[in-house]
Nanobody, 120 residues
């Protein structure tokens, strides 16, 4: 199983970044794909999900600023992050899982993550 996140970096407040996650076909196909983020000392936070049908869901803290999308032909999920704030600073991870009764359940596959730092 492969989940390789990339695209992080240092950006000024108000700026944009696009994260990518290359997933192995076995984990990408038919599953919900998700982005999480984590800061030191805090639990991992679910940021966005996209189902195999393309339905999306977002945490309130990123709604209207972040957009999750995917390219099925490339087994790749993206996270477009606009209007970035210092509180968006975190390591971002992609993940696969499923929905049950409106709750998202992640498989225990995380990959290495990519650091996003929002600072002037």
């Amino acid at each position: 199983v492969q989940l390789q996140a990339s695209g992080g970096g240092l950006v000024q407040p108000g700026g944009s970044l696009r994260l990518s996650c290359a997933a192995s076909g076995s984990i990408f196909s038919g599953n919900v794909m998700a982005w999480y983020r984590q800061t030191p000392g805090k639990q991992r936070e679910l940021v966005a999900t996209i189902t195999s049908a393309g339905s999306t869901n977002y945490a309130d803290s990123v709604k209207d600023r972040f957009t999750v999308s995917k390219n099925n032909a490339k087994n790749t999920v993206y996270l477009q992050m606009n209007s970035l704030k210092p509180e968006d600073t975190a390591v971002y991870y992609c993940n696969a899982g499923w929905y049950y009764s409106a709750s998202y359940y992640p498989y225990d596959y995380w990959g290495q993550g990519t650091q996003v730092t929002v600072s002037s």
